[in-house]
């Protein structure tokens, strides 16, 4: 079976600029977490999403946003980059918000410059 | 707000010798996961051992088992014979089991380094 999968790999962008970020879950899994790994620091939690309803939402600006699709896949979205959102970006997904293990895709590195 | 929090940076062991992480945790929470996750430096997270804070007895997972300490917040992992594929960051997670809380608070991780 297919893991998380995550496009693009990487990813570059400059100050300003908008970027979307893709995410497919483990078929059958219905929800979808984002975590911001910045270089040297543990992930932090971004959004969860479960069946297409927002469920939790991090300490971030409005500026980053996201959305779950009927398929369960999931986008990230950032706006007005700054060169502090350089980070790797984790999806994980797991089968329901109530199943507690959570599987992660293997993350878009982001570069702002 | 949970915090979790692993107090060594970088750790370092002989193969084949056992070492052991450390990860303290604060959480008003009676009930609650813990996890340890492995980073290898291709990136991909890997879960290596979960508990449950309402089990008692310590998680084991092959090589790896955890020393979980409810009352002192305590959550350390064991990797005994430990191998050159160990080699990667460690993190130290915590989930709440309360509805809307469904996110992983992470410290910020071990490099563990398996010396050949």
């Known amino acids: 079976d297919a893991g998380v999968t995550q496009s693009p790999t990487h990813l570059i962008k400059t100050r300003g600029q908008h970027v979307t970020l893709r995410c497919s879950p483990i078929s059958g899994h219905k929800s979808v977490s984002w975590y911001q790994q910045v270089l040297g620091q543990g992930p932090q939690f971004i959004f969860q999403?479960?069946?297409?309803?927002?469920?939790g939402r991090g300490n971030f600006p409005d500026r980053f946003s996201a959305r779950q699709f009927p398929n369960y896949s999931s986008e990230l979205n950032v706006n007005a980059l700054l060169l502090g959102d350089s980070a790797l970006y984790l999806c994980?997904?797991?089968?329901?918000?109530?199943?507690?293990?959570?599987?992660f895709g293997p993350g878009t590195r982001l570069t702002v410059l | 707000a949970q915090t979790v929090t692993q107090s060594q940076p970088e750790m370092s062991v002989q193969e084949a010798e056992t070492v052991t992480l450390s990860c303290t945790y604060d959480t008003s929470e009676s009930n609650y996961y813990l996890f340890w996750y492995k980073q290898p430096p291709s990136r991909q997270m890997i879960l290596v051992i979960r508990?449950?804070?309402?089990?008692?007895q310590n998680a084991t997972e092959n090589r790896f088992s955890v020393n979980f300490q409810k009352a002192a917040k305590s959550f350390s992992l064991k990797i005994s014979d430990s191998q050159l594929g160990d080699t990667a960051m460690y993190f130290c997670?915590?989930?709440?089991?309360?509805?809307?809380?469904?996110?992983?608070?992470f410290g910020t991780g071990t490099r563990l380094t398996i010396i050949p």
């Open positions: 997670a915590f989930m709440g089991d309360n509805f809307g809380n469904e996110k992983l608070t």
């Open positions: 508990q449950e804070a309402y089990k008692q």
């Open positions: 994980a997904s797991s089968p329901s918000t109530s199943y507690n293990e959570q599987f």
């Open positions: 999403y479960y069946e297409k309803e927002e469920r």
